[in-house]
């Protein structure tokens, strides 16, 4: 297993357009988590999956923000008619069952600009 | 609401010395710690916890201390290696260790040869 899967690793799109982020987490792990980190701010919590269900949201996570996990496998972050303010790198992280005792594993990211 | 915070942002020690990386937090409610290492280009790596019920947890160099009563925690670092030069996290969750975890603003290392 080579870890936590993030692509595309830089994404640079234009102002109201589309994009979609996807994360493979290691295999063993249930629990699927994204994050978004800004320049000189810790890594902010988005939302949490156990296996395919979507148990908490973030009130970061606007209406234009959606994120699946489809067979509690693979998951994607879908950000619509993107802002210059989305611009930011978007982490990815999953867990065993037994919970976090032992940290997340976090993916490399995907960076995002917004032109 | 910053709800874990460090409030120095950088800190440079001699190779070999001790780094003391600071973290205050808010909510009572937080009974699982967590300290991330991070380099450039590459996400937060787990380097260490501490569940509330302890004040001390050691491995290896690492050693985290926490002060529940004044909402504080410590990472030690000794010896302080220049591989050790990253930006290190800090970060708790109030689920017991399950969910969601709230990190701090980061704390750059720099340990000098």
């Known amino acids: 297993d080579t870890g936590v899967s993030q692509n595309p690793r830089h994404k640079i799109t234009k102002r109201g357009q589309n994009v979609t982020f996807r994360c493979d987490p290691i295999?063993?792990?249930?629990?699927l988590y994204w994050y978004r980190q800004t320049l000189g701010q810790g890594p902010e919590f988005l939302t949490y999956?156990?296996?395919?269900?979507?148990?908490?949201k973030s009130r970061l996570l606007s209406d234009r923000f959606s994120a699946e996990r489809p067979k509690g496998s693979f998951s994607t972050l879908e950000i619509q008619r993107t802002e210059q303010g989305d611009s930011a790198m978007y982490l990815c992280?999953?867990?065993?069952?037994?919970?976090?005792?032992?940290?997340?594993?976090f993916g490399s990211g995907t960076r995002l600009t917004v032109v | 609401d910053q709800q874990v915070k460090q409030n120095s942002p950088s800190l440079s020690v001699q190779e070999g010395r001790i780094s003391i990386l600071n973290c205050d937090y808010t909510n009572s409610m937080f009974d699982y710690f967590l300290w991330y290492k991070k380099y450039p280009a590459e996400g937060p790596t787990f380097l260490i916890s501490i569940s509330s019920i302890k004040d001390k947890n050691e491995d290896g160099r690492f050693t985290v201390f926490l002060n529940k009563s004044a909402k504080h925690l410590s990472l030690h670092i000794v010896p302080s290696q220049p591989g050790d030069s990253a930006v290190y996290f800090c970060?708790?969750?109030?689920?017991?260790?399950?969910?969601?975890?709230?990190f701090g603003t980061g704390t750059k290392l720099q340990v000098i040869p």
């Open positions: 970060a708790a969750s109030d689920s017991g260790g399950y969910q969601k975890v709230t």
């Open positions: 992280a999953s867990s065993p069952p037994t919970g976090i005792h032992g940290g997340y594993t």
């Open positions: 999956f156990q296996n395919e269900a979507q148990l908490e």
């Open positions: 295999s063993e792990h249930n629990r």
